[in-house]
């Protein structure tokens, strides 16, 4: 009754009429009578059904004109995206199933493996809460964008394209990716050099280049890896030359007279015995390992004479580990000029030495390449070589920047044992692609894997890839 006369009330004065004191008897009647009690019932009753319709209008206007962002996808790289709305009691999207997708209601997510590229306009169907059930859905135009996966932009051009075996020769021209594993001493090496995407995609050569072998006769190993310089244009030839000579002079100088006199001095400097046992071991990694690298410089210079080119056309960088297990452990020996390092992991990968310094600088600068004979006559070329003797090691590897600028970044990560490991466990599988290479010897594969793991894709770095593992 009271909702009644309050109702009457508002209304009458809505119209300029007040009642006075004398009929307030009369207006209580009124607003008494049983048609005016059903009556303003009923009034209140539409309105508020007026009302609901309208805010409910409200929520679907606002859902229409709300911006509802889907993120973008990649064809290949497996996709999760929330999106973000409320208050909405049913949501369905049309034709997302033809892009390797699909819409989960109760996790408000889109999900799946994009499979095709390009900008397209999705149909969102929706209801709001506090719609009949039977109400038909309201639509949404939402875009999707789905990119292209980057590997899929760059071509894969053979650089032999089909020429002869003639035209090969006149052009040094070398596999455009190359994979190997064999036992190595008693260990073992895998090792694959591949081309880059910037030379795959123009159908250039692959300038990198490895080299191994063991000598069963005194039990050294050696394993050299070289990076042929991109604006080289025989980089890829200078990177063989260097890499075959290394292993031609260790082949024609590892003397037995020589060797004894090196075991010599390796055991009294494990057994401390001499105070100069320390300087004749520098002095025999130096004289020897110099003359290796000499040799390939020379090389290399008497090969661009005959050929008529300047030696600056065969610019390369090189590195290369000698080994040998003796009684007490293994004795390691390095050299290296450019950019790629060289990593030994001791057996339980509780530490690691980076066996030699790298020609970094700003941009590039600071790169130098074994072509070069102004570095034979630097004040720092003794300390291009590296010697450490150690029990027993896990991973003894070089690599060339292809892999080292991608997986490490810079210089100073090479010091840290945490990105080591880092780098292990990537190799082992944990990384984006599930790529992983099985270390067991008795891993027939392990050459195919390890080539199938250098496919990972790093943004800007599309440069050859070389990786020796010894282990």
């Not at 880059?196 to 063991?214: L, P, Q, T």
């Not at 990076?227 to 025989?234: F, N, Q, R, Y």
Request: proline fraction near 2%.
């Amino acid at each position: 009754m009271f909702e009644t006369k309050q109702y009457l009330e508002n209304l009458l004065k809505s119209k300029n009429i007040e009642v006075s004191s004398r009929r307030q008897v009369l207006f209580e009647q009124f607003a008494n009578e049983e048609f005016n009690v059903e009556t303003v019932k009923l009034i209140k009753e539409k309105q508020k059904i007026m009302m609901d319709k309208w805010l409910l209008k409200n929520k679907i206007e606002d859902v229409l004109a709300k911006q509802i962002v889907i993120p973008n996808a990649t064809v290949g790289k497996a996709y999760h995206a929330t999106l973000d709305f409320e208050d909405l009691i049913f949501v369905e999207f049309d034709n997302l199933e033809q892009y390797g997708l699909s819409f989960n209601f109760e996790s408000k997510t889109i999900e799946g493996d994009p499979s095709q590229n390009g900008d397209f306009k999705i149909k969102m169907k929706f209801n709001v809460l506090g719609e009949e059930d039977d109400v038909e859905p309201h639509v949404k135009i939402l875009s999707l964008v789905i990119n292209a996966n980057p590997k899929s932009l760059w071509k894969n051009i053979p650089s032999a394209n089909g020429r002869d075996a003639e035209w090969k020769i006149e052009n040094f021209w070398k596999d455009d990716q190359m994979s190997d594993f064999q036992p190595l001493g008693d260990k073992h090496i895998v090792v694959s050099s591949k081309r880059g995407r910037s030379h795959a995609n123009v159908g250039s050569f692959r300038e990198d280049d490895y080299a191994f072998k063991h000598f069963e006769n005194n039990g050294w190993s050696v394993v050299c890896v070289a990076d042929g310089a991109g604006s080289a244009k025989l980089a890829r030839q200078g990177s063989k030359i260097a890499c075959d000579a290394v292993i031609e002079y260790f082949s024609e100088n590892l003397h037995e007279e020589k060797l004894n006199e090196f075991d010599e001095i390796i055991s009294n400097y494990h057994d401390k015995v001499g105070e100069d046992a320390s300087k004749k071991l520098s002095h025999f990694v130096y004289n020897n390992l110099s003359k290796a690298a000499q040799f390939a410089h020379h090389n290399i210079e008497k090969f661009a004479a005959q050929s008529e080119n300047p030696i600056k056309d065969f610019h390369s960088t090189l590195i290369f580990a000698l080994f040998k297990r003796y009684n007490f452990g293994y004795a390691v020996l390095t050299f290296g000029v450019g950019d790629c390092p060289i990593g030994l992991l001791n057996k339980d990968m509780s530490s690691v030495k980076l066996m030699n310094w790298l020609d970094v600088g700003e941009f590039g600068g600071g790169t130098r390449f074994i072509t070069m004979p102004e570095i034979f006559n630097s004040e720092k070329f003794s300390s291009r070589f590296g010697f450490t003797l150690i029990e027993d090691f896990s991973y003894l590897m070089l690599m060339t920047d292809g892999i080292y600028d991608a997986k490490f970044i810079v210089e100073a990560n090479l010091e840290k044992l945490e990105n080591w490991k880092a780098f292990i466990d990537d190799l082992k599988g944990n990384n984006e692609d599930q790529a992983a290479v099985s270390f067991d010897s008795s891993n027939r594969e392990i050459a195919n894997q390890l080539s199938a793991w250098m496919d990972f894709w790093s943004p800007g770095n599309h440069d050859d890839r070389t990786l020796a593992i010894i282990f």
